[in-house]
């Protein structure tokens, strides 16, 4: 009698193992998702939150955690639901009764799974590559993310019996490469050169925040900004933000460095030291997310483009402003 062929452990639990990275993955992209929406900070350590947290914040906050408008991570939770729905979708099919769709779902289910996992890996690969080399920064919900995702493809890749090896070959090369075209193509706009005339776009932020004291303010303002910025100051606008927050950082851009000089400015992180620090008040405007502007008694929170500061406060000056947002 001839024994049945004994079925490795990697290829009965795979499934399995796949469907909890990415309940995993989906609950870590669903955390970071709802924090951006609600314009809160993510927690990276309860030890110490202040030194661990601003370099999570920052890549979190940075041009690269955008997309079409939406948080990056939103698109990560949408795709960790995907792989572990296709995951576990064969067991909800009763294998005495159907047998034959089972195995077709099972076929089809792996060639996603393949799809999706390459696809993860190569885009995961070059935010590695943005987060150490472009932003140099350190953000451990990015790299568990990489991590998980790397698993994911290590799991789909030998969870499974791959009967033909050219379709897996071709597969995987075809998804890594569309994956990369589509990913460079997001982001051209962030490299995009600028054009004679026109608004200068805002550099991106590429080190870390100077602790207590955040970036340096590296554009310069034109006549236009000055004149905006004293009658913001005239009419009583006031901005909020912390040293540390990437987007308050991008406002102050906006305006330049002796623009924003004249504007009125709270801080409400804690830890400053250049600026003296007023989180007592920022609670008290009822300031939750930075930045935060509060013109005639009411909070507007985010960057503002100038133009859209000027027609909150009702400003007819020049708005021949230098910069715009990437």
Known sequence: MRRKRSQPWIHKW???????????GFCLTAYLTITKLTGGAVICSTADFTASAQGCNSV??????????LP????????????????????????????????????????FLLVGATSMMVFSGYLMYVLFFKLQMT???????????????????????????????????IAALMTLVVTLGIYSHLNRPAVAGAKQ????????????????????????????????????????????????????????KEAFAA?????????????EPEPTKC??????????????DTLYPGVRPLEELATLTGYTGSQDFKYRMP
Not at 239 to 255: E, N, R, S
Not at 263 to 275: K, M, N, R
Not at 283 to 296: E, R
Request: hydrophobic letters at 45%.
């Open 14 to 24: 795979s499934r399995f193992i796949i469907g909890a990275i990415a309940t995993v």
């Open 60 to 69: 979190l906050d940075s041009p690269y955690a955008t997309v079409f408008g």
């Open 72 to 111: 990056l991570s939103l698109f990560g939770a949408l795709a960790y639901l995907s792989m572990g729905s296709a995951s576990l979708l064969p067991y909800a099919i009763n294998a005495d009764q159907k047998a034959k769709f089972r195995e077709s779902v099972e076929q089809w289910t792996w060639l």
């Open 139 to 173: 953000c451990y919900y990015c790299i568990g993310s990489a991590l998980f995702s790397l698993s994911l493809f290590g799991f789909t890749l030998f969870g499974h019996d791959w009967d033909d090896m050219g379709q897996l070959i071709t597969t995987a090369i």
């Open 201 to 256: 776009t805002i550099p991106a932020i590429i080190e870390q925040p100077e602790p207590g004291v955040g970036w340096e303010i590296s554009t310069t303002s034109g006549p236009a900004e000055q004149e905006f910025a004293a009658y913001l100051t005239e009419q009583g606008a006031v901005m909020y933000g912390a040293y540390w927050c990437p987007h308050c950082f991008d406002q102050k851009l906006l305006f330049g």
């Open 263 to 275: 504007v009125t400015y709270v801080e409400c992180a804690e830890d400053a030291t250049q600026v």
């Open 283 to 296: 609670d008290a405007d009822g300031v939750t997310g930075y930045p935060a502007w509060k013109i005639n």
